[in-house]
């Protein structure tokens, strides 16, 4: 009993407080304006949407129970109404309205993934069919097109000026509540290795992203888009201050890819890197504090080899954006388009040099999996040196053969039990079986086999 009382006691004194606060005035005592996010709000929240999408899903149905006969010999009961061999499923996101002109919407690709139909809901409660242009998977983007009048457009910020600390606040649809603001700080930048997308630089922010909220807009104080939220870290299934967005400079260059030409075409240079690790950093006589990729390999006549990298070059900036990592150069340059030229800062023999690189067309640089065999769609083959087989590039991390164990960076030495020295006798081998593929793989010193199927 003296329990419930303290807790009726503790009810009745937090009520009048949180009313009170719920109830405080816009201005102080000498009529001086309090901050308030609202005024950047109206002009923002418009521009965010939500999406419904509806797919398609086939039942496993036999159709030996619609005969009668089968029923009567299976004892079977009759059913009490026919089974429907398909149903709607529907699934909620957010999207950024970027062109209110041309009625464009930016949201994740995982959103409306696998969709039949795409439902576009504004805050004013109008409601239109959305037509897909294009998506990025690899960078976890997808661009909408709607028909409305009247639409409020964000204005997109340059992400690169980004900086830790800076206020942002995260707007979307969690949980299928309806439009959420919440706010927070930009907690990290450059984030990546997380297995999320095949590009990764993530922002993350510990302003509230929950599930509902991918695809919707992370904004700065001036209501300018910094970043599309994605993704979180949840080990307990609810938000815990660790959310992740796309920055908005990489969303940028893949939208105005797909408005061109309906997908992105990435450019490569046409050279491998790594980690520089602590053994490398010591056998290359590296200072203390010096961060980069190493070039493990450079492919003849590429790009890179035409621009005069070798081998052992250390990669520090790329367009004077400091580079600490194979994700983060992927990511530098994945933004990139075919024919860019792009100017790199390079350690070679502790001499500081910049050599300018144009970046060329991927095919023609690496041979895509998907032209040499069905179960490599989403790998990148070059020659490894010294006619010792076929090396790894770029892998995709949706890919059947990513889930099948293969890595960048592994050697294939066999296919099919038939010795591979380049990619002619690579694409020779493969076409011993079209269902699967069955690779000997060299990684690290250890040799051992991997089925794709």
Known sequence: MLNYISRLFLILIVIPISLAYGALPAADREG?????????????????????????????????????????????????????????????????IVNAKRGIVMTNFHV???????????????TYQAKLLGSDPDLDIAILEINGEDLTQVSLANSDRLEVGDFVVAIGNPFGLGQ????????????????IEGYENFIQTDASINPGNSGGALVNLKGELVGINTAIIAPSGGNVGIGFAIPINMAKASME?????????????????QDITQDLRSAFGLKNGVRGVLISNVMSESPADKAGLKAGDIILEVDGQITDSPAKFRSQLGIKSIDDIITLTVLRENKTQTIRV???????????????????????????????GVKVMAISPRSTAAYSGLRPGDIVVAAN?????????????????????????????????????
């Open 112 to 126: 409306i993934k696998g969709a039949d139909e795409i439902q576009v809901s504004l805050i004013d409660g109008r």
């Open 257 to 273: 890819q797909i408005i061109r030409h309906g997908e992105v075409k990435r450019g490569q240079i046409g050279v491998g890197i």
């Open 32 to 96: 001086n304006p309090l901050p308030s996010l609202a005024p950047m709000l109206k002009d923002v929240n418009p521009a965010v949407v939500n999406i419904a999408t509806y797919s398609t899903q086939q039942y496993t149905y036999n159709p030996l129970l619609n005969d009668p006969f089968f029923r009567h010999f299976f004892n079977i009961p009759e059913p009490r109404q026919r089974i429907q061999p398909q149903k709607k499923q529907q699934s909620a996101g957010s999207g950024v």
């Open 417 to 453: 039990r038939i010795r591979v020295t380049d990619i002619n006798s690579f694409m020779q081998a493969l076409r011993k079986s079209k269902r699967s593929v069955l690779l000997q793989i060299e990684r690290n010193g250890n040799t051992f086999f991997v089925v794709i199927r």
């Open 358 to 388: 144009k970046v060329g067309d991927q095919q023609s640089l690496l041979n895509s999996g998907r032209a040499l065999h069905p179960m490599l769609e989403g790998v990148e083959f070059s020659n490894n040196p010294n006619n010792n």
């Open 180 to 195: 959420t603001v919440t706010t927070g700080v930009v907690s990290a930048l450059g984030r990546s290795g997380l297995g």
